[in-house]
Structures are given as structure tokens and as C-alpha cells.
């Protein structure tokens, strides 16, 4: 018995070398943890539950009979995060560039097909160049079913695509028909094809970090969600979303115990909107002090400045924010903070995650770049987004909605539940100045007129009172008591039901 625990030990100790020592250490020069190492900090401390350690490919072209690595390139199994199952794959660089192959697909299926089964998050860890090249169609075939799994758990349980070296090919399609991608500064890379593939076909030059970089993909693509300084900071990072999701789409969201105070007042928010409506405030400030414990998990923080996405808790209960930022742009809606809310507002959708939306918005974004982009369709997203939406949506106008931007920004004709506004809030077709120059555009020569119909418009208009009337906003409510407000209105609604006729699926315009 004793020999044939050594002998267990003996192959554990191999399947764990994976690649050597030499590219371990290589991997540790280049500032990356190896596979394992990064399992072990994203779960809870000796949670790992490994799977399929000793599997191996079966390829026998290219000399590949001779060059076989027991876990063949990828670490998988499940664990807790604070006590919560997550499954887990952990492509590993050191064997064979963390290259998919037939057998090394079936061990990431057998996980994606466990965590659709338990209903529990899985997160994907990505270092690696795509589908292996010695194995052709065997390798692609394995990603083939991978993508099919990824987008029928998609809605289903929550899927997380952490990238932490030079990926490729199928792993960069994989994840991107995941609900995040976060990356790590420096050393992560995403590209379709790689910079040497770029030159061959259109003679361009561009190095990694140009084509396929945090920076590149934080701020321009808006592929990925976020990027750290480093593996353990982007490890830690992941823990702590996982924390606001729930494990599924029917579990409901996690709650966790609320050391803040529900019922906090905080008076400095009454004199946060500025009298003046073109001064800029932050709208984070704002989030930040309706949130527990002023914590505040943001989501494409550099993309599309000009709205805000990402969660809160409230008493203890995870919500997700939409905002307006007035500090960039005047917080107008452009087709990019468009876009990026509707894919947010959908996400919450999905998995029963109430929606919080403060508003402070001047209207869409006019002009040429933006009309010949597509404005009109990617606005028309986070529109159709709203309005399919059936969790709990509160809304809070700040000061400006006008507009398009008003309906869109869950108001109450597409079907948010609470809609409340503060006084300083101004709900109108648009700004005075715009509006006077249209409907009283025959007395523009006459400055002191102008003055007048201007100071009539916005006595008339620019407040909350006129929707109030109209039962538009439900109440205008102080600021200071902002989170109070939100607390109660979300206990509320955490029984709402919401009947919808049946149909196969929707047609978002894509
Ligand atoms: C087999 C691979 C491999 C692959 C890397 N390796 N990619 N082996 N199949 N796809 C091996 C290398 O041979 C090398 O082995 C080790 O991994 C490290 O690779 P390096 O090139 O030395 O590392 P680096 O310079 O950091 O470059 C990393 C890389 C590059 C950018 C990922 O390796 C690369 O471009 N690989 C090919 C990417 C690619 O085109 N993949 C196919 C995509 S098609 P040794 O033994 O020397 O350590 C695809 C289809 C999916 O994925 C369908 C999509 C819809």
C-alpha cells in the first residue's frame, strides 16, 4: 500500500512540474504565477479541488507521442471564494504554450459542464496561444464545443475571463462570449492574430502591447472590463466581484451582513448638483455615498467615461449602478457609454440584480462621428435594454434628463418601478437656450425678450415638478436622503413579478 501511495505521489509531483522548472522561472521572470499558484490565491485557502490531473493528448503527429505533459497544458477543478463554490480552468503556459488540444478541451468542457449543473460562477484563466497547432482540426473542434458551452451557460451562471499572458485565437474568442474580462497591465495581450501574422498579411508593424494590451483593450476596444498592476492585485480583484454575483440566474444575489447604516443621512449631497446646470460634479461621489460602506466595484472604468457602470451593495445586497457622469462630456449619452450600459443593464437582467440609475444627462451626443457610428442603433440598445428589463430599476434624477436621454434613462414609460428626483432635477425636451431658439426664433434680434421667453421656459420646465404632476417621478425626495430612500424602495420591490408573453428570444439591434 505504502509503495502505491508513493507511486501516487510520485506522478501528482510530475502532473505539478508541468513544463520544468526552467520555464516556471521563466514564467515567474516575465512577472506572471504559474497556473496553480493563481488557483491557489483566487480560491480560499486549501479549497482546490482538482480534476483530471493525469490526462494527456493523444496526438501522435509532429512528434508529439514523445512530448506528453500529464494535465496537458490546463489546471481545472472547483473551490470557494468566502465560502461559495467557482469552478475553475487555469490555461498553463509552461506546457506547450497553454495551447488547447483535443484532451485538454475535454477537461475545460467537463468543468463548464459541471458548473452549468451546480449553478455556481466559473472563472476562466487565460495565458495562452490558441488552438494547438500540431493537432489541427481536433484542436479546433475542441474550441467549437467550449464556445457552444460558454454561450449556452451565458444567462445562466455567471463567466469570468481573467487574461494573464499573450493569448490567441480561441482564447481570445472564448472569452469574449464571457460576461467579463478583466486583464493585467504589461504582461496580457489579446489579438485575433498576433503582430508577426499582422505584418505578413497587411504589412503593418505594431508590437503586442499596441495591438492587443491592457491600455488598448480598457480604453479603445472596450473589450475588457478592467485591468490590474499584476497578478495577485488582479486575483484579489476577482474575489471581490465574485462577491456582488450571485451563483446563478435563480439563486438570487448573495447577502452578505451590512455593517453601514441603512438609514444614513448625508447632508453634503444637497449641495453636490451645483446651481449652475454647466458646472460638473462627480457622479461618483454620489454612488459612493449611497453605497454600503462607500465601496464601489466599477466596471470599464476607462471606457466611455461619460456614464458610470458597476456595483454597490445596499444593505448588504448587491445592486448594480448606472450614472451619468457630468465631469466628462457633460455626462451626454454617445454611442460607446451607450453601448457599454446596455451590455451592464442586460448582465444585471440576466442574473436578478436589481438596477440603480442616477441621472444627470444633456441628450445624445449630435454630429456627424457620432450619427455615421451609429448613434441611432447603439442608443437604441441600452433603450431596448432598459425597457426588457424585469429586475427592480429605480431611478434618481439628479439635475438634467432631457430629451431622448430622459426616456432611455430608465424612466417610467419604460418601465423602471420607483422613479425619484431630486429638486434641483430638470426634466424638458432640452436646455433653455435650445428650446427658446427654436419656438421663439422670430424674436431672437431682441436680447431682453429672448432674456424673458428664456426665464419663462425654465420657470415652466426646468424643474421636477411639471412630471411630478403627472406622476412621472413618484416623489421629489431630498438628497441627503438618498440612500435611505433607495434602501426602502429596493426592500420593497424584492418581490416584483413581472409576466412577459412568451417568444423564442428577443431581436436586440446588435
Ligand atoms: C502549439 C504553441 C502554440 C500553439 C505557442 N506554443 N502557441 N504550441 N500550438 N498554438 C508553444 C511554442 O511553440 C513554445 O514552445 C511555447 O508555446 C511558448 O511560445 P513562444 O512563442 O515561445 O512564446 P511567446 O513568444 O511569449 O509568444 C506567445 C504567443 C505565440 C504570442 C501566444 O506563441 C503565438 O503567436 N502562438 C501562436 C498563436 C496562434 O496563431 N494560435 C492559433 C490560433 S487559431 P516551446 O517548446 O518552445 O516552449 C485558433 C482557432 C480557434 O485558436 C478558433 C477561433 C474562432
Redesign the pocket.
Known amino acids: 500500500m505504502r509503495e502505491m501511495l508513493e507511486k501516487l505521489e510520485r506522478r501528482r509531483e510530475k502532473a505539478r512540474l508541468a ?1 520544468g522548472e526552467k ?1 516556471m522561472a521563466a514564467q515567474h521572470a516575465r512577472g506572471k504565477l504559474t497556473a496553480r499558484e493563481r488557483i491557489e490565491l483566487l480560491l480560499d485557502h486549501g479549497s482546490f479541488e482538482e480534476f483530471d490531473m493525469f490526462v494527456e493528448h493523444r496526438s501522435t503527429d509532429f512528434g508529439m507521442d514523445a512530448q506528453k505533459i500529464p494535465g496537458d497544458g490546463v489546471v481545472t477543478g472547483w473551490g470557494t471564494v468566502n465560502g461559495r463554490a467557482v469552478f475553475v480552468f487555469s490555461k498553463d ?1 509552461t506546457v ?2 497553454g ?2 488540444s483535443e484532451a485538454h478541451a475535454q477537461k475545460i468542457i467537463k468543468v463548464q459542464d459541471m458548473a452549468v449543473r451546480m449553478r455556481a460562477p466559473i472563472v476562466g484563466i487565460f495565458d ?7 493537432e489541427g482540426v481536433a484542436a ?1 473542434g475542441g ?1 467549437g464545443e467550449v464556445f457552444k458551452r460558454n454561450v449556452l451557460a451565458s444567462g445562466v451562471i455567471p463567466q469570468i475571463s481573467l487574461i494573464m499572458g ?6 481570445v ?1 472564448s472569452p469574449a462570449m464571457t460576461d467579463f474580462i478583466f486583464m493585467v497591465r504589461d504582461t496580457s ?1 489579446m489579438f485575433v ?2 503582430p ?2 499582422v505584418k505578413t498579411v497587411t504589412n503593418e508593424t505594431v508590437t ?1 502591447e499596441d495591438l492587443g494590451g491592457a491600455r488598448i483593450h480598457t480604453t479603445k476596444s472596450s473589450i475588457a472590463d478592467g485591468a490590474w498592476e499584476n497578478d495577485v492585485e488582479a486575483l484579489l480583484q476577482v474575489r471581490r466581484l465574485i462577491d456582488f454575483l450571485p451563483a446563478c440566474n435563480t439563486s438570487g444575489v448573495p447577502e452578505w451582513p451590512c455593517t453601514d447604516n441603512v438609514d444614513r443621512l448625508d447632508y453634503s449631497l444637497d449641495t453636490l448638483a451645483p446651481e449652475s446646470a454647466n458646472q460638473p460634479y462627480d457622479m461618483k461621489e454620489l454612488v459612493r455615498k449611497v453605497a454600503d460602506d462607500g465601496d464601489f466595484f466599477e466596471l470599464q472604468e476607462s471606457f466611455a467615461k461619460n456614464i458610470l457602470t458597476g456595483f454597490v451593495r445596499i444593505d448588504g445586497r448587491p445592486v448594480g449602478i448606472v450614472a451619468n457622469q457630468p465631469m466628462v462630456l457633460a455626462g451626454v449619452l454617445d454611442a460607446d457609454a451607450s453601448r457599454k450600459a446596455a451590455r451592464f443593464v442586460r448582465f444585471c437582467d440576466c442574473f436578478e440584480i436589481p438596477i440603480v440609475t442616477f441621472v444627470d444627462v444633456p441628450g445624445f451626443l449630435p454630429g456627424t462621428a457620432q450619427e455615421y457610428g451609429g448613434l441611432i442603433k447603439h442608443g437604441a440598445k441600452l433603450l431596448y435594454a432598459y425597457s426588457e428589463a424585469t429586475v427592480p430599476l429605480l431611478t434618481v434624477i439628479t439635475r438634467k434628463a432631457f430629451g431622448g436621454a430622459y426616456d432611455v434613462m430608465a424612466s417610467k414609460h419604460v418601465g423602471a418601478d420607483l422613479n425619484y428626483a431630486w429638486p434641483t432635477a430638470q426634466i424638458a425636451v432640452m436646455g433653455a437656450k435650445g428650446a427658446v431658439e427654436i419656438i421663439f426664433r422670430q424674436d431672437l434680434g431682441d436680447p431682453a425678450l429672448i432674456a424673458a421667453r428664456t426665464k419663462e421656459y425654465e420657470d415652466h420646465f426646468m424643474s421636477p415638478f411639471i412630471a411630478a404632476e403627472r406622476g412621472y417621478i413618484d416623489e421629489v425626495i431630498m438628497p441627503n436622503a438618498t440612500r435611505r430612500r433607495i434602501a426602502r424602495g429596493l426592500a420593497m420591490l424584492r418581490v416584483k413579478r413581472t409576466e412577459r408573453p412568451w417568444r423564442k428570444h428577443d431581436n436586440i439591434p446588435l
Request: glycine fraction near 24%; charged fraction near 15%; aromatic fraction near 18%.
Open positions: 513544463g520555464r503556459f506547450f504554450g495551447s488547447l495562452a496561444g490558441g488552438a494547438r497547432i500540431q479546433l474550441y499573450p493569448c490567441a485565437g480561441g482564447d474568442y495581450y492574430t498576433g508577426d501574422v503586442a
